[in-house]
């Protein structure tokens, strides 16, 4: 098993930020299932103020390309994707058309 950290930002309205957890609380059927069917076997988003960090545990053989490829031909996580991007604003280190980013790992205790 893998884990991967990712971080990415809500714009600053506190009313935005109420309708995304509770988009969170209850996700869509679809969405869930297509995160189990990318091989990511638990999934925790975090929030501080407006910033959001995700911790993903993966199978081995997880990858970020096949997750893509696999949301770009459904339909239904491409309306989740759009319906969230209201909600979401970009890291102001990432690059045209990235959202959630990865983050590196400096610290490991065991």
């Not at 309708?19 to 297509?34: G, L, M």
Request: charged share 30%; no cysteine; proline share 4%.
């Amino acid at each position: 098993m893998k884990t991967y950290a990712l971080a990415l930002d809500l714009k600053d309205d506190e009313a935005l930020m109420a309708e995304y957890e509770h988009y969170h609380q209850a996700i869509w059927p679809e969405i869930k299932q297509s995160i189990v069917n990318a091989g990511i076997l638990d999934m925790h988003i975090y929030r501080l103020g407006s910033r959001l960090f995700m911790t993903m545990h993966v199978e081995d053989d997880f990858s970020f390309e096949n997750k893509a490829a696999m949301d770009a031909g459904n339909p239904k996580v491409q309306e989740w994707e759009e319906l969230m991007w209201k909600y979401q604003q970009p890291l102001p280190q990432a690059k045209d058309g990235e959202k959630w980013l990865l983050m590196k790992e400096i610290f490991k205790l065991k």
